[in-house]
């Protein structure tokens, strides 16, 4: 990926240790409870790219995540949501897969152009290796379920994976949507509490699994989210290449 630029921001690749610890210690604020000095690190950092989003002038670090490329979904094991997820149901898809992660955004940073910026760079990711399936766990703050019936609910009647890409459980602690969400969910109420990424993902025609990993270290709730990209709507696909710098000015 080369460096892109929209607006402020400028986003690229971390280029050594030094980038990757920058990225961390964000991610350390964002899911470790803002302690001065904590970074947030795991032993998938190693086998992914990690992507920094930074202001243009000053190189404040505003927003990161990172992806990890797979050859097809026979190593679907071998990624960070395997180990909360059974993704069997993935292993038959025979194109290459690009997992995101970690994405997160410094504190009162809301600038639409951040997140604009950064599906223009995993855009790019996603067409160098011609992915077929983006995917990855979409974090809701917190781990009180009851605090977003209306998002869960409206995504179990309107999002949920095809059944044969379905992922299963696999963790010690979760939710169904269904179950935890709001019979009559109210739209407008869960389109607010939808964390920005996973409104984005739904947004494409994403889809999500059928119940919410509750990730008591972290403290947060996960929810598996994925994007088959061929099915992403031409004109939105158009506008994420121009943003990426492989499309039509």
Same mark, same amino acid.
């Given at each position: ?103 997160? *955004? #410094?504190?009162?940073?809301?600038? /639409?152009?951040? =997140? +604009?910026? %950064?599906?223009? @760079? ?5 067409? &160098?290796?011609?992915?077929g399936l983006l995917f990855g766990c979409s ?15 409206? *995504? #179990?009647?309107?999002?949920?994976? /095809?059944?044969? =890409? +379905?992922? %299963?459980?696999? @963790? ?5 949507? &269904? ?36 990730? +008591? ?33």
């Amino acid at each position: 990926m080369q460096p892109m630029r929209r607006g402020r921001y400028l986003a690229r690749l971390a280029g050594g240790g030094r980038d990757v610890e920058r990225a961390q210690m964000l991610r350390g604020h964002a899911f470790r409870g803002g302690a001065v000095g904590a970074r947030d690190t795991d032993r998938f950092d190693n086998l992914c790219r990690h992507v920094l989003i930074e202001e243009a002038e000053g190189g404040a670090l505003v927003a990161t995540f990172r992806l990890m490329p797979l050859g097809s979904g026979r190593e679907i094991g071998q990624c960070y949501s395997a180990q909360v997820y059974d993704l069997s149901a993935l292993e038959r898809m025979d194109r290459p897969m690009l997992e995101l992660g970690r994405f997160c *955004l #410094a504190p009162g940073q809301r600038d /639409p152009d951040i =997140l +604009r910026l %950064a599906w223009g @760079a995993i855009t790019a990711e996603v067409d &160098a290796i011609s992915a077929g399936l983006l995917f990855g766990c979409s974090s809701f703050a917190g781990t009180d379920a009851a605090i977003y019936r209306d998002a869960f609910g409206w *995504l #179990a009647t309107r999002h949920l994976a /095809p059944p044969d =890409l +379905r992922p %299963a459980r696999r @963790a010690p602690e979760s939710v169904a949507l &269904a179950e935890g969400g709001a019979a009559e969910p109210d739209p407008g109420r869960a389109l607010r509490t939808l964390p920005p990424l996973l409104r984005a993902y739904v947004g494409m025609g994403g889809w999500v699994g059928d119940h919410a990993v509750i990730d +008591r270290e972290l403290g947060t709730m996960h929810v598996f989210t994925g994007l088959e990209v061929d099915r992403v709507p031409a004109a939105r696909a158009r506008s994420l290449r121009i943003v990426a710098g492989s499309g039509p000015a």
